[in-house]
Nanobody, 115 residues
Framework: QVQFVESGGGLVQPGGSLKLSCAAS????????MSWYRQALGKERELVAD????????NYADSVKGRFTISRDNAKNTVYLQMNSLKPDDTAVYYC????????WGQGTQVTVSS
């Protein structure tokens, strides 16, 4: 059974940092492009970043470029999202996903940026 377990969210002040983790089970993440999405209250889920199978290429939403970094450790079957210079607009539930299992989501992790 394929599962994603996101963690690392929390409450942080504007300008702060958080590092999210996504532990995958039930499949080998090296077989897939991996992505982070987020969904703010009342808004549609949006793609934040993705990373290819062996971290040779990454893509970011314009709103997070230069502030967020996606990475992966295939040996640990885990994907990360380092978030710096956080803004209130980054407040959302963050989810990871595998392209090969599009539509399968974990429970997400809440990130709240507020003073």
């Amino acid at each position: 059974q394929v599962q994603f377990v996101e963690s690392g969210g929390g409450l942080v002040q504007p300008g702060g940092s958080l590092k999210l983790s996504c532990a995958a089970s039930g499949f080998d993440i090296s077989s897939s492009v991996m992505s982070w999405y987020r969904q703010a209250l009342g808004k549609e889920r949006e793609l934040v970043a993705d990373i290819d199978h062996f971290a040779a290429a990454t893509n970011y939403a314009d709103s997070v470029k230069g502030r967020f970094t996606i990475s992966r450790d295939n040996a640990k079957n885990t994907v990360y999202l380092q978030m710096n210079s956080l803004k209130p607009d980054d407040t959302a539930v963050y989810y990871c996903s595998a392209v090969v299992f599009l539509g399968l989501w974990g429970q997400g992790t809440q990130v709240t940026v507020s003073s």
